[in-house]
């Protein structure tokens, strides 16, 4: 929600913002590696119980994760490895943060909330992965009530105010409720691109509809 709203405002943002960003050519691959970096740090702080430490340290990571497309497009060097790299590191850092949060409600013994946890943890990567395969047919899927934005803003937010547990529920029935959008959304498109491909190319009379094997 927050991408599809701000669009191309954001890259006129950062470039007000931050204009030492813009003063010599950066690699945009390394700026989303040192995110990646950061990001595991605060994984790491959540593993050892320093909340705090590690909201901060999702915030320094998501700086990161901010600009670095905005740099590569104001350089004009966007590349299909550099979004590769991006979508791929920020599976793992999804993945390391819900992680890191598992192993410090373990050691606190809280079985409920390793529990919650795991439901955040499978809605999000749910939410990421339903995008990840629909945009294999479609050329836009910007659909859902709660995106990786919104996330990781919630973790932080809830890692540094103490909130750590409303966050993950929060991020726990909003990743499900966007997930149920984007199957909706999914079926839809989906359905309309087969319609338009029987229309422009009808099946012979008798012939049987062969099913696609399952990955």
Known sequence: MIKASVGERLDRL???LFPFLFLRPLNPDLLTVAGALVSSLAAIAFMQ???RWAGVLMLAGGFF???DGVVARHQGISTRFGAFLD???DRYVDMALFVGITVHYT???DAGSVLLTGVALTASVLVSYSKARAELYVERFDVGLLERGERIGLLAAGAVFDLLLPAL???AIGSTI???QRFALAKRELDRLDAEEARA???PAGSAELEEPTA
């Open 65 to 67: 994760d901010l600009v």
């Open 178 to 180: 966007t997930a149920a």
């Open 169 to 171: 529920w929060i991020i």
């Open 201 to 203: 190319n009808p099946a």
């Open 49 to 51: 119980g320093q909340l």
């Open 14 to 16: 950062i470039h007000k």
């Open 87 to 89: 979508s791929t590191l």
């Open 107 to 109: 050691r606190l013994g």
